[in-house]
């Protein structure tokens, strides 16, 4: 599964140290006026701090034309020109602890291992592109987005996780299908698919299952808003013209700054220093991935 949506649908390609990683966005509508400086300070926000130090030059391939979406799918294609093969090169047969190398090898027979190719954060670039065109389209209609980050407690010497807090308001009443279809069921698997995401909530989450009834319930105003918004937004899986409010907790980074033990292919351990490029905490960089995958599910619906 290399696409996501069904009305604005994203396909996605490359490898962590490929070539070069892309994507093709179809279903964007004709005659959206595409601001690539909004697209380039995206991509900044994802790239702000990485020890990776690409450019993130874009390409646009095909779909627009001045600026502006013709209807036709829109290829795009960014190098990888800062890309490390070769500081992978001792895991050609060990499997990382906490990474896909592992389950990719036991369900395909084979992996990338330089860097986790396709399991990379790396492909999220992509996502970042994709989505800023989408919050144009949501803009559009005054529909925006926010996201807070909450860090876990820096460790010395050690990886850390958090948290990414996003809302989104301006939506209209009505987002969403009944049953298989709910409006915070497609934004968990929009976020519970962005590398190192563990846990997703909604509203008041996990802590509304130690609340009674009387205290969960969102009471109605008179013009149909609720005094409180401990659902998040959503009732029945359809937006309720609240704002829509949710979480995504991402793990600690797996790739250690000291030894760890790696697992391999034979079933023998062997201690050794990971090799590459790794953040100590990924949460800062992976709210405008949040911000992305929110945008494309939006955008979706309202397509």
């Known amino acids: 599964m290399n696409t996501f949506g069904e009305k604005f649908r994203l396909t996605t390609y490359g490898e962590s140290h490929g070539p070069a990683v892309g994507g093709i966005i179809d279903g964007c509508p004709?005659?959206?006026?595409?601001?690539?400086?909004?697209?380039?300070?995206?991509?900044?926000?994802?790239?702000?701090?990485?020890?990776?130090?690409?450019?993130?030059?874009?390409?646009?391939?095909?779909?627009?034309?001045?600026?502006?979406?013709?209807?036709?799918?829109?290829?795009?294609?960014?190098?990888?020109?800062?890309?490390?093969?070769?500081?992978?090169?001792?895991?050609?047969?060990?499997?990382r602890p906490g990474h896909a190398d592992f389950t990719y090898f036991k369900k395909y027979g084979l992996r990338e291992y330089r860097g986790s190719g396709r399991a990379s954060a790396r492909e999220t670039v992509v996502r970042v592109v994709a989505g800023s065109l989408a919050k144009q389209l949501l803009n559009g209609i005054a529909i925006s987005t926010s996201v807070h980050v909450d860090p876990a407690a820096e460790q010395s010497g050690d990886t850390y996780g958090g948290t990414v807090q996003c809302t989104v308001t301006g939506l209209p009443i009505g987002l969403g299908e009944p049953i298989f279809g709910k409006l915070n069921a497609h934004l968990a698997f929009a976020m519970l698919s962005i590398p190192s995401a563990i846990g997703f909530e909604m509203g008041s989450g996990f802590s509304t299952a130690q609340m009674t009834g009387s205290e969960y319930i969102d009471r109605w105003n008179p013009d149909g808003s609720t005094r409180t918004n401990h659902c998040g937004g959503v009732q029945g899986g359809i937006s309720n013209g609240m704002p829509v409010e949710f979480r995504v907790a991402f793990h600690p980074v797996v790739s250690l700054p000291h030894p760890v033990e790696c697992l391999h292919e034979d079933g023998s351990l062997h201690t050794l220093t990971i090799g590459g490029r790794h953040d100590l905490c990924q949460v800062y960089r992976a709210a405008v991935v949040v911000e992305a995958m929110t945008a494309l599910t939006l955008a979706n619906y309202l397509l």
């Not at 697209?39 to 994802?46: E, Q, S, V, Y």
């Not at 390409?59 to 960014?78: K, M, N």
């Open 30 to 95: 004709a005659g959206i006026a595409v601001d690539l400086d909004a697209i380039r300070r995206d991509l900044a926000r994802r790239r702000n701090g990485a020890p990776r130090q690409e450019e993130d030059d874009i390409q646009f391939l095909s779909g627009l034309r001045d600026g502006i979406t013709l209807g036709t799918p829109i290829a795009f294609e960014i190098p990888n020109r800062d890309a490390h093969p070769d500081d992978y090169a001792n895991l050609e047969h060990l499997f």
